[in-house]
């Protein structure tokens, strides 16, 4: 086991959200609906 699979993962920055790609008609075409 590494010390990154002990210790809780969590994100970098957590005070500042990620940043989504805006949803495109051939972004939606591309890649399956989220569930």
């Known amino acids: 086991?590494?010390?990154?699979?002990?210790?809780?993962?969590r994100p970098p920055r957590a005070s500042r959200p990620?940043?989504?790609p805006?949803?495109?008609p051939a972004a939606a075409r591309a890649a399956p609906p989220p569930r």
């Open 1 to 9: 086991a590494s010390p990154a699979t002990e210790r809780p993962s």
């Open 18 to 20: 990620p940043k989504r």
């Open 22 to 24: 805006r949803r495109t």
